[in-house]
Structure formats: structure tokens, C-alpha cells
């Protein structure tokens, strides 16, 4: 029997706002853009939630919804110093520790389990690390699988700590809304909610022959997952799949207004991929090439995937309102998204109007805390 834990930071990058200034601590942080253009919130602090406040809003919305909230610009270099140290943690218990992003890993630790020490305790002791090193707290799920785990660690946040005991996994899953099981995407549980099936537990009664008819070839599989079952190992390399469209213009172009109409169609490309595979992610990425050639990346990973039109662009759209300047000519804008969750496992789609060029590359990631 296996024991796994999913660790997941708590409102990672305003957590790690009000650690760091006094005058934040509890009061409504939102981490992200300008709400005075087409920012979007890439955190908001528990605070800030209970006005109904989330990732991927629109800035301007969140402070129609919360007027004193404290608005921060994000800082990617403390929030990959603190996440580098957590990671760490992580990693003087058990090297085999898979990580989704800067808040967020897989621990196999099986091996460190024994009569005298649960992975209850192992969790327990994981918290307290993080707590005494870092100052903040952390959520973690306990499972004999991933995909458990990883509901679990959602289940009681903040600093959360929830336990799915060998045996009892059907039973934890089952009154859960079917969009919650791994590779059931929004599509998908649109049409399983038209024939009645609005949880995991309405899905798992299904026999194995209709999961054939409706989902194929994975049809054992998700219907095994809906019971709980799940064998995919903890990996510490994790492949990368992503939807992409990019384009080369005809000219240079500086023109905001121009960029973001380009941007936008780009997203708008994107999402209609998405749409046909079931797919949501979590991680945006605008690339972009100057009139010289050079060539970078900047990417923002959201708490919740998305998958709409209007949400990518809006996120593509903050990236690039830090990007565009009066002298600065680009020469090829692409909108990208990947992190879809492991059960959606889908080759890397591409829609490029020109072959890449080899450059160098720089990768500027946020990662938002759950």
C-alpha cells in the first residue's frame, strides 16, 4: 500500500505578502495587475475571498467587490526563494517529490512509514517545518493515491490537514460534484450533469461497460478513479503538453492597441483547441520576439484552470501591458497554455504561422497560490 501526500501552499503569493509586511496581516491582499487596465487577480489572501474574490478576476471587479482591499504588485523572485526553501523541506524527508508548481508537490512516502510513524505524523511534521522556517502555512492531503490526495488537501484549507484512510476513498469521493475527478473537464461534466450525474458517486454506479461507451479507451480508468483507485506514481520529471498559436507579422509593430488585438486573437485560438479537447489549464504563457530577434517568455500559473476566451486574454493581455513600450518593436506575439492536469494527458498541439527561430529565452513564471 502506498502513502501519498499532496502539499499545497495556502494563498501562496499573499500569504507571503502579509508575512512580509505587518501592516497586510489580516486584512484583503490581492496580488496582480492594475485595476485601472485589464489587471486580473492572480491571488487574493483569505480575506479578500470572503467578498467573493478569486483568481483569474478581472482587477477591476475585484475592488468593485472589495474597495479596501490591498492591491500588490507581484514579486516573482521572492515568491520562487521561498518556494525553493519549501521544496527543500520536501526533499530531507523523501527524494521522490513531484512538483506542479511553486506551491504545490507530490510526496511518496511510503518508504519513510512504519508502526511508529503514520503518514499522518509525516504530514503533521511537514506543516510544523514549513510553519517554523517559512512562517506560513500549508495544506496537505493524505491518500494512498494522487488524485485522492490532492482533493484532500483542498478539502479543509487553510492550513488544513485531511486524511482519506485505506478503504474509505469511494466513500470521500462520492458526494463530490463529478467535476471535481481528474480528467473530467467542464465539457464533460456538462454533459454527465444532462444525464443525471452531478457526483463522483453517481458516476463510480455506472458499469464498466458504460465508461467504455462514453469515455472509450479511458473509460476503465476514469472508472476506477471514480472509485478512489488511482496508480500513477509520484514522478519527480514531469512532461510538459501545452496549446499554442503564435504568429510573425508582416511588419514591427509598437501600437498597443495593435498588440492587444493580436493577443487577443491568439487567445481566442487557443481557446477554441481547448474547447474541442475538454481541456482547462492552469499556466498562460506570452511569447514574445522583438524587432532584434530576441526572444522571451513570461508566464502567469493561475490557482483554478481556465479555459475561455476571455479569461486567457485577459491574463495574456496583464503580461503584456509589463512588455509594451514606445520603443519597443515586436515582431511575433503567441499565447500559450499548459499545467492541464494529469489525467487529461494530450500531445503538445501547435499552431504556429512560422517555424521558431533559435534564441535564448527568458522565463519570468508566477505561480499562484490556492
Known sequence: MRHILHADMDAFYAAVEQHDNQEFRGKPVLVGGSPSSRGVVA???YEARKFGVYSAMPMSSAVRRCPDAIIVRPRFDRYREISHHIRGIFLRLTPLVEPLSLDEAYLDVTALVTEDRTAEAIAKEIKLRVKMEVGLTISVGVATCKSVAKVASDFDKPDGLTVVHPGTEAAFFAPMAVGKLWGIGPKTAGRLKLEGIHTIGQLASKPEQWFIQHFGK????????????????????R????VSAETTLSEDLSDPEGLRGIVRQQSERVARHLEGSDLQGKTVTLKLRLSDFTTFTRQVTMSQPISGADQIDQVAQTILEREVGPNRWFRLIGVGISHFGERQVTPQLSFF???DEKTDEQVDELSIGQ
Open 43 to 45: 491571488a487574493a489572501s
Open 218 to 237: 479511458r473509460g476503465p480508468e476514469i472508472r476506477l478513479m471514480s472509485m478512489g483507485e488511482d496508480n500513477h506514481p509520484v514522478c519527480t520529471e
Open 239 to 242: 512532461e510538459s503538453k501545452s
Open 353 to 355: 504561422d512560422s517555424e
